[in-house]
T-cell receptor
Framework: GAGVSQSPSNKVTEKGKDVELRCDPI?????LYWYRQSLGQGLEFLIY????????KSGLPSDRFSAERTGGSVSTLTIQRTQQEDSAVYLC????????????FGPGTRLLVL | DAKTTQPTSMDCAEGRAANLPCNHS???????VYWYRQIHSQGPQYIIH???NNETNEMASLIITEDRKSSTLILPHATLRDTAVYYC????????????FGQGTILTVHP
């Protein structure tokens, strides 16, 4: 596709359940980023992939959060045993290999934990 | 990456130019200035970026002062659809591209 796509668009889950969020980057983009935007808060970085490797996972808030990327393309962000404070919009962005290349964002997945 | 300072909110009349300022007094030589905007309930949209020269594209113009300590994003003919939160971000050109978002400027375009 022409842009970054994310699925699902919206997800409602119960506290304690696991959820998986998917990101399809722009074709050919080697770098992929996950961010989170909580209600009334700014966007915060979660994790960065270059290819299938994650050189920086420093933004993951707890060990309940994990992410993987396979084939240098699709990435999945998994949240285990969800808590109400995990409710947020999860955003994915991708860019080319070089550090100065522009990041393009997807529409986000809105997660609500009841 | 250098910290940025933006006004919390600004208003603009439809059809007029919107000039959004950003201070980045601690910017270093290899850091770029990026502008994104976020319209309610959507992902951030890239607008423009620059290093030291002024830049223009189909969306906006970016004016960077000679000392690079501040910049201005110009939307030449604002429309109601330009109402959004505008983020000015400084990012290193030689380090991987994690973006650090501040609070941004809420631009409201009035009819």
């Amino acid at each position: 596709g022409a842009g970054v796509s994310q699925s699902p668009s919206n997800k409602v889950t119960e506290k304690g359940k696991d959820v998986e969020l998917r990101c399809d980057p722009i074709s050919g983009h080697t770098a992929l980023y996950w961010y989170r935007q909580s209600l009334g808060q700014g966007l915060e970085f979660l994790i960065y992939f270059q290819g299938n490797s994650a050189p920086d996972k420093s933004g993951l808030p707890s060990d309940r959060f994990s992410a993987e990327r396979t084939g240098g393309s699709v990435s999945t962000l998994t949240i285990q045993r969800t808590q109400q404070e995990d409710s947020a919009v999860y955003l994915c962005a991708s860019s080319g290999r070089l550090a100065e290349e522009t990041q393009y964002f997807g529409p986000g997945t809105r997660l609500l934990v009841l | 990456d250098a910290k940025t300072t933006q006004p919390t909110s600004m208003d603009c009349a439809e059809g007029r130019a919107a000039n959004l300022p950003c201070n980045h007094s601690t910017i270093s030589g290899n850091e770029y200035v990026y502008w994104y905007r976020q319209i309610h309930s959507q992902g951030p949209q890239y607008i423009i970026h620059g290093l030291k020269n002024n830049e223009t594209n189909e969306m906006a113009s970016l004016i960077i002062t000679e000392d690079r300590k501040s910049s201005t994003l110009i939307l030449p003919h604002a429309t109601l659809r330009d109402t959004a939160v505008y983020y000015c971000i400084v990012k290193g050109g030689t380090s991987y591209g994690k973006l650090t978002f501040g609070q941004g400027t809420i631009l409201t375009v009035h009819p």
